[in-house]
């Protein structure tokens, strides 16, 4: 291949357009391929370190997610008695020099996608890798599902824990399993739990056989809502989760679906 040296990102995650970002910035062209359509709004909430801030204020990104998110200026624990276990990750802007950002995953999928976007890589949704093709002296080739390929110096994965680039890559490799945690998680709206103190940290509660947490986010579409997002993580089951303070809670939370 002649001209500037291309890559081939597989993914269009959160790892996908961060890479082929700064391989634009680096003078590397970069074509992405995502097996999924493009979409909004899909997703739970996810929070962002400090070091993975600094990597958003890289490339341009970090002031957006803090005023599209929710700075989480500590990270509380309790006992399934609700007795106060500790704090942890406190300060973390004025240790770290960025904040720990909670947001919800759309949002910063759609931010990174836009602003990939902007930085003119090629983006290609609904291309579902097959395989790889390596050739001695020549460009490698991706193959998708719909009967399309594609031509780069090299590939990057970016495809998640079922990665097939690294299938290929590491035939022999590990492989995903089964560890019998189980995690579900949801969005509450913040007025319906207007009684219930949530501040700008995350509280996370241990039962018998898993635990409970809920942080506060925000939502802005086209108009602006404040959430709470909530999720449990049990082995194998839920039994045993609870909040540390379980009556007034347990009310609030009864009034949703």
Known sequence: MSGRPKALIIGGGIAGPVT???LKKAGIDAELFEAWP????IGGGLQIAPNGMHVLAEIGLADE???RGSVAESFDFHSQSGARLGSINQNMRQRFGQ??????RA???EALINKAWCE????RFEKRLVTIE????KPVVVHFADGSSAEGDFVIGGDGVHSAVRAHVIPDGPKPFDTGLI?????VPRSLLDDVPIGQRVVTTFGQSGFFGYWFLQLRSHRRRDVVEHAAFARHRCGGISHHEPGRNQAAFARFP
């Open 134 to 137: 390596d050739r001695a002296d």
């Open 38 to 41: 493009y979409s909004t709004g």
């Open 183 to 187: 995690d579900f998680g949801g969005f």
């Open 120 to 123: 003119n890589v090629e983006l």
């Open 20 to 22: 082929a970002i700064f």
């Open 99 to 104: 904040p720990a950002v909670n947001m919800c």
């Open 107 to 109: 949002t910063l999928s």
């Open 65 to 67: 997610m803090i005023r």
